[in-house]
């Protein structure tokens, strides 16, 4: 899923329509080396090691242990303002079809009850790369092709590297501080979770970071996760770089409710109201705007639904802290689990980001749960 659609054109790996990936399978039981630029081998009877090289035409190999893997070859270098060489790795789940054996994944996030995994990274020096862990994420079972949601947590980051997007924030997560950045590469969304400094090893919830990112309105839990994988990304150089040892579980069993709370009328003697403050941000064809919403009225609105028109040549990308959805120029944001309830006087907020053609224009009007609201 770190193949890009143009690198798929460029490989010729666009047939009829469709996204088709090499994948060589295999099982390692002594230490096994992979050149090919999709091979891929099983480790444990649970596990996919795959070599993953799309961002160059040079020689990638990897040496898969019984454990993990180590960069053995790494002839590329990409400039550091674009895409990585590749992204080796090891995953529990599906990836273009290449599925890891007995695996329960794609499931829908509604249905985990825990999602745990370890991690081991071996780092060198003089390269330039990220050691990144991908969560991925779908409205539907996919188990081929792009996810519409990718999770990436950086837990080392060397050289002059950034996450796709802009930074909007820090949360903490597994005990520990992250930077979070928003955006979309153009063939899917990305929320990256990225440490200050380098993290060699990690045991933690995979769950906690999913749940974060569905509380920023990117997901719901209708969606499915398909996959978790380990690896790096390296723009130049990397021979050395290893991961040392991965494991993952998924649980089923959960029983999170699948939409939003119901927005719920104002009881006897209550009065409702609402004002809208529209923050935009354009450039040449995009833009991002932060939208807060004031509770005027004189009741608690438990459940909030948000309806307004964008603008003609406007079109949403991605959103946080909502479930943004767009049908033709008409916009539905709907609460997310964290931010539904706004007590009298109180606000909740989210935003957005998007592809703009034309001039930039902001939305006129808003009203919140069939009720017109004043602009703030």
């Known amino acids: 899923m770190k193949r890009p659609l143009r690198a798929l054109l460029a490989a010729g790996l666009l047939l009829s329509g469709s996204l088709v990936a090499v994948a060589l399978g295999g099982t390692a039981s002594a230490d096994t080396q992979i050149c090919e630029q999709y091979g891929s081998t099983t480790i444990q009877g649970r596990y996919v090691v795959q070599n993953n090289k799309w961002g160059t035409t040079a020689q990638q190999c990897i040496n898969v242990t019984s454990t993990g893997f180590e960069i053995t070859t790494q002839n590329g270098s990409n400039p550091t303002n674009g895409a990585p060489t590749a ?9 273009y079809t290449n599925c890891s054996p007995g695996t329960n994944l794609p499931i829908q996030v509604s249905q985990i009850s825990s999602a745990t995994s370890s991690i081991n990274y071996r780092y060198v020096s003089g390269a ?9 994420l779908d409205p539907s079972p996919k188990r081929d092709g792009v996810n519409q949601m990718e999770i990436m947590i950086w837990l080392n980051r060397q050289g002059s590297i950034q996450p796709i997007g802009s930074r909007v924030g820090n949360t903490t997560l597994a005990g520990r501080t992250w930077e979070v950045w928003q955006g979309s590469n153009g063939s899917n969304n990305v929320i990256s979770y990225v440490a200050p400094s380098a993290i060699s090893s990690l045991n933690f919830s995979v769950l906690e970071f999913i749940n974060d990112v569905r509380n920023r309105g990117a997901i719901t839990n209708s969606w499915y996760l ?26 089923g069993g959960g029983n999170n409710p699948t939409t939003p709370p119901p927005a719920t009328t104002p009881p006897p003697g209550g009065s409702s109201g609402c004002a809208v403050k529209y923050t935009p941000n354009s450039w040449n064809n995009g833009f991002t705007a932060d939208v807060q919403i004031t509770n005027t009225g004189s009741s608690t609105i438990n459940g909030w639904t948000l309806n307004y028109t964008l603008p003609s040549g406007q079109q949403v990308t991605n959103a946080w802290n909502a479930t943004v959805s767009q049908s033709g120029s008409s916009v539905t944001a709907r609460n997310a689990g964290h931010n539904g309830s706004i007590a009298p006087g109180g606000t909740a ?9 034309g001039s930039y224009s902001s939305p006129t009007s808003f009203s919140l749960n069939g009720t017109s609201c004043s602009r703030a």
């Open 226 to 251: 398909t996959s978790i994988q380990a690896g790096f990304e390296p723009w130049q150089g990397g021979v050395g770089l290893a991961v040392t040892s991965f494991s993952a579980n998924v649980n």
């Open 87 to 95: 992204y080796p790795s090891v995953f529990f789940g599906c990836h």
């Open 128 to 136: 330039t790369y990220n050691a990144s862990y991908d969560i991925w």
């Open 349 to 357: 907020s989210f935003g957005y980001q998007g592809t703009l053609n």
